[in-house]
């Protein structure tokens, strides 16, 4: 049976009199530290860049070195770049380590795949937030809370748990709740979900607006009824509150006979049979494999997949027609 953690199941008490040190102080770093530092914990950081340094700065958090973090703090948040968070772990945190130390990711990815391997007498533990940095932060302010997934990677001390909770709920996870996995299903569904799920919506997006401007409808109304009007967010919104089916079913019978009598023309088995390949290649580690050797050559790969992209011409018609819509 899952497990999920609510409000109640955390007490900031817990951590009242640690340090938090938070390294890396991006997308996800800032929103977290900002959150945590709302909630009344100490905190330090430590940042890479002069930009970044001032940005620290003018929050209230001037930076650190990550080996003075590392040595000051109880709980150490490792927010850095999973491609880049082996080394920095392995030169400036790891010879600090004491079994003082707790560490939290906020992604299972190098401890699952075997790249930072904590010694035995630290406590390791996972919130991996289901949501976008700046939305870990709006829903922070905003008193809603977001969706994390949780895990206890080892728990040497015993007190793990009361460790991950009080931090959860520091974060302003346990407003919504946060759902127990392992480490391992963690990174395994983040990693499928960004292969699988999101490669397929963008291509049925973008392969539906180059079929209908070539079929002569105004660009402009082709983007809007595909996703600029927002109705797919909402049809979206609508499957997270009531569940996919009862979303569907708020179309007219018209859309409703046009959906159900269409369904099974679209139940692909090579899609399945493409899902299935990508589950395998995150689960046997080739895809980390493939992302490792990509780091260490410098992301050429990458840079030559984003260059095609920004290429394509659909783009510029899609901002087009959301300046047109904002009437600017
Ligand atoms: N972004 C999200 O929405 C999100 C959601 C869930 C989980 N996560 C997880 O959160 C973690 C952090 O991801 P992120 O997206 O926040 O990364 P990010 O935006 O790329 O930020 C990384 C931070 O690490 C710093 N950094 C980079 N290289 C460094 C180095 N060599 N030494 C010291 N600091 C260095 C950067 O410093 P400078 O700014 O100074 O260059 C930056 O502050 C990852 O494990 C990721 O999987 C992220």
């Given at each position: 049976?899952?497990?999920?953690?609510?409000?109640?199941?955390?007490?900031?008490?817990?951590?009242?009199?640690?340090?938090?040190?938070?390294?890396g102080?991006?997308?996800?770093?800032?929103?977290?530290?900002?959150?945590?530092?709302?909630?009344?914990?100490?905190?330090?950081?430590?940042?890479?860049?002069?930009?970044?340094?001032?940005?620290?700065?003018?929050?209230?958090?001037?930076?650190?070195?990550?080996?003075?973090?590392?040595?000051?703090?109880?709980?150490?948040?490792?927010l850095l770049?999973?491609e880049?968070?082996?080394?920095?772990?392995?030169?400036?945190?790891?010879?600090?380590?004491?079994r003082?130390?707790?560490?939290?990711?906020?992604?299972?990815?190098n401890?699952?795949?075997g790249?930072?391997?904590?010694?035995?007498f630290?406590?390791?533990?996972?919130?991996?937030?289901?949501t976008?940095?700046?939305?870990?932060?709006?829903?922070?302010?905003?008193?809603?809370?977001?969706?994390?997934?949780?895990?206890?990677?080892?728990?040497?001390?015993?007190?793990?748990?009361?460790?991950?909770?009080?931090?959860?709920?520091?974060?302003?996870?346990?407003?919504?709740?946060?759902?127990?996995?392992?480490?391992?299903?963690?990174?395994?569904?983040?990693?499928?979900?960004?292969?699988?799920?999101l490669?397929?919506?963008?291509?049925?997006?973008?392969?539906?607006?180059?079929l209908?401007?070539?079929?002569?409808?105004?660009?402009?109304?082709?983007?809007?009824?595909?996703?600029?009007?927002?109705?797919?967010?909402?049809?979206?919104?609508?499957?997270?509150?009531?569940?996919?089916?009862?979303?569907?079913?708020?179309?007219?019978?018209?859309?409703?006979?046009?959906?159900?009598s269409?369904?099974?023309?679209?139940?692909?088995?090579?899609?399945?049979?493409?899902?299935?390949?990508?589950?395998?290649?995150?689960?046997?580690?080739?895809?980390?494999?493939?992302?490792?050797?990509?780091?260490?050559?410098?992301?050429?790969?990458?840079?030559?997949?984003?260059?095609?992209?920004?290429?394509?011409?659909l783009?510029?018609?899609?901002?087009?027609?959301?300046?047109?819509?904002?009437?600017?």
């Open positions: 049976m899952t497990v999920i953690y609510h409000e109640d199941d955390g007490d900031l008490q817990v951590l009242a009199d640690k340090v938090i040190g938070i390294i102080y991006g997308s996800l770093g800032r929103p977290m530290a900002l959150n945590l530092q709302d909630s009344g914990l100490r905190l330090q950081v430590a940042v890479n860049s002069q930009e970044t340094h001032a940005v620290a700065l003018a929050d209230g958090l001037p930076p650190l070195p990550v080996e003075q973090v590392a040595k000051n703090a109880d709980l150490l948040l490792l770049p999973d880049v968070m082996p080394a920095v772990y392995l030169e400036r945190i790891s010879p600090h380590l004491t003082a130390h707790t560490l939290i990711f906020a992604s299972g990815y401890v699952a795949f790249y930072i391997e904590p010694p035995p630290v406590d390791v533990g996972l919130v991996a937030p289901r976008f940095g700046a939305a870990v932060r709006e829903r922070y302010l905003n008193g809603q809370g977001f969706y994390s997934f949780i895990a206890a990677g080892q728990d040497a001390s015993g007190r793990i748990w009361p460790t991950l909770l009080a931090l959860a709920k520091a974060l302003g996870s346990l407003r919504a709740g946060a759902v127990e996995v392992t480490m391992q299903q963690e990174v395994e569904l983040d990693l499928f979900m960004q292969q699988a799920i490669p397929a919506v963008h291509h049925i997006l973008t392969a539906a607006a180059g209908l401007f070539k079929r002569g409808y105004p660009p402009e109304a082709a983007m809007l009824d595909l996703y600029v009007s927002g109705e797919l967010n909402d049809y979206l919104q609508r499957a997270t509150e009531e569940g996919l089916l009862h979303a569907l079913r708020l179309s007219s019978l018209t859309g409703q006979f046009g959906i159900f269409r369904l099974e023309r679209f139940s692909e088995t090579r899609l399945e049979r493409l899902m299935e390949l990508t589950l395998e290649e995150i689960r046997s580690q080739h895809f980390a494999r493939e992302w490792a050797r990509e780091y260490a050559d410098g992301y050429p790969r990458l840079r030559k997949l984003l260059q095609h992209q920004e290429r394509l011409d783009w510029e018609l899609e901002q087009q027609t959301i300046e047109l819509l904002r009437g600017i």
